[in-house]
């Protein structure tokens, strides 16, 4: 089942009101495209994307599961929605490592999202120690088990595949790897979700830049891209725009 690709840009704590000016090449190419394209900026400059970026579609990068109370520092889904939002990631693996996300906690973050209108681009991976000790698959399958929505549906939910152990090490994953990894996900989409699982896309998130995009969007089950440092630029985001675009 072939699904819309979705390549979305996370610029995590990067960016300034100047740094918007490259929104729109990225809206421009967007709009020539028949996929689906999104920024995820700083909470700070949310707003004023969407006012900049006319349809191309504004992200937050997290959100809390609830609505309203006493959590400083915390942005809840239905502020990002009033802030012109359409979707959110919730459960990156920085985050998970650095505030010690659990899966629970990144589950009821997703459902706050669906339920304000948002879509939930919900994070799984492993770590490196993870990896070599031949657990990838068990601990993807156990994050997704514990992270999914039981109501998710490819209207409201995405999943991103972020191999941990290749970034920053100099270790970079094969196409067989990745194969077998967005593979074992849709199984286990399908299920938790039932028949909603075939539905759900899945992108990969293992730093994607323009010369091995073509590649990794052509892998089944790669349904496009969470994209870190290259989707900061116009010139390198735009580019695998480009290559999703071409694969459909």
């Known amino acids: 089942m072939a699904l819309r690709k979705l390549v979305a840009g996370n610029w995590k704590m990067n960016g300034n009101r100047a740094a918007l ?9 967007a709009a020539s495209v028949d996929i689906d394209v999104a920024i995820c900026p700083p909470f700070t400059l949310i707003a004023p994307a969407v006012a900049k970026a006319g349809a191309l579609p504004i992200g937050g990068q997290d959100c809390h599961a609830s609505a309203k109370g006493a959590h400083t520092g915390c942005i809840s889904a ?13 459960g990156h693996s920085e985050r998970r490592a650095d505030q010690h ?9 997703a459902e706050a999202a669906i339920a304000a209108g948002l879509i939930a681009i919900v994070c799984v991976g492993e770590t490196e120690s993870e990896r070599d000790a031949g657990r990838a698959l068990a601990v993807v399958e156990g994050q997704l088990d514990g992270s ?7 209207k409201t939910l995405v999943v991103a595949y972020e191999p941990v ?3 920053g090490t100099g ?10 990894m967005h593979a074992a996900i849709r199984v286990r989409l399908t299920t938790i979700l039932g028949e909603r699982g075939a539905g759900v896309r899945i992108l990969y998130g ?7 995009a073509a590649e990794l969007l052509s ?8 994209v870190g440092g290259a989707s900061l630029t116009a010139a390198l985001f735009v580019p695998i725009v480009e290559a999703a675009a071409a694969i459909g």
């Open 165 to 167: 152990w290749a970034i």
């Open 219 to 226: 892998v089944p089950d790669v349904d496009g891209a969470l």
């Open 101 to 109: 996300e659990t899966d629970a906690e990144v589950r009821a973050k």
């Open 21 to 29: 000016d490259e929104l729109d090449g990225i809206a421009a190419a």
């Open 148 to 154: 999914i929505p039981p109501a998710g549906e490819g």
């Open 78 to 90: 239905a502020m990002l929605n009033e802030a012109g939002a359409t979707l959110v990631i919730v």
């Open 171 to 180: 270790r970079t994953p094969s196409v067989a790897d990745v194969a077998e």
């Open 206 to 212: 293992g730093s994607v830049k323009p010369d091995n």
